[in-house]
């Protein structure tokens, strides 16, 4: 006997997106609520936390399923485009800079209207787990560098402070 309507088991699929980002700039990945006006309006936000900053933002709308990209570097834009795309979750925006530290724009990205959400805020090498259903696909979180094998020794802990 086949199942219908509601007791149709739903496939969803797990995919591992790498983010290209061959140069190591300062990436952050979060997912927002207005695709056209967001991109533009956090390229704004951004210049205007950090003027002298390079950046490229890009991200992807759901009707149509299209990525707007925005920036003031064309390798930067290029990057956020490329890697905006392959992560395909609607809302999902991309933010590649060089010139700042999260820690000098998250503040104001997190107290943004637009902004839903971020899932990561790192230079370091990144994985995005990303979710397919019928509808879309969308990020479940993010792998940000490598996995902690030990626990920090005392003289690494003064070296390093």
């Not at 936000?45 to 890009?58: D, E």
């Not at 609607?90 to 839903?116: E, Q, R, W, Y």
């Not at 993010?142 to 802990?157: F, L, M, P, S, W």
Request: charged share 25%; hydrophobic share 45%.
């Amino acid at each position: 006997m086949s199942k219908t309507g509601a007791e149709e088991e739903a496939a969803v699929m797990i995919e591992r997106v790498e983010v290209i980002n061959p140069e190591e700039k300062q990436v952050i990945i979060g997912q927002g609520n207005f695709s056209i006006f967001a991109c533009d309006d956090l390229f704004k936000t951004l210049l205007t936390t950090v003027p002298a900053l390079k950046c490229a933002v890009a991200m992807n709308e759901a009707v149509p399923r299209l990525t707007r990209v925005t920036g003031n570097d064309e390798r930067l834009k290029e990057l956020a485009g490329e890697n905006c795309l392959q992560i395909g979750a609607s809302h999902t925006f991309f933010i590649i800079m060089d010139g700042a530290f999260p820690i000098n724009v998250l503040t104001v990205l997190k107290t943004h209207p637009a902004v839903a959400n971020i899932f990561v805020a790192s230079a370091n090498p990144l994985d995005v787990i990303v979710a397919e259903t019928e509808l879309g696909r969308a990020v479940l979180g993010a792998v940000d560098g490598t996995a902690a094998n030990r626990i920090e020794t005392a003289a690494e802990k003064k070296e390093r402070s």
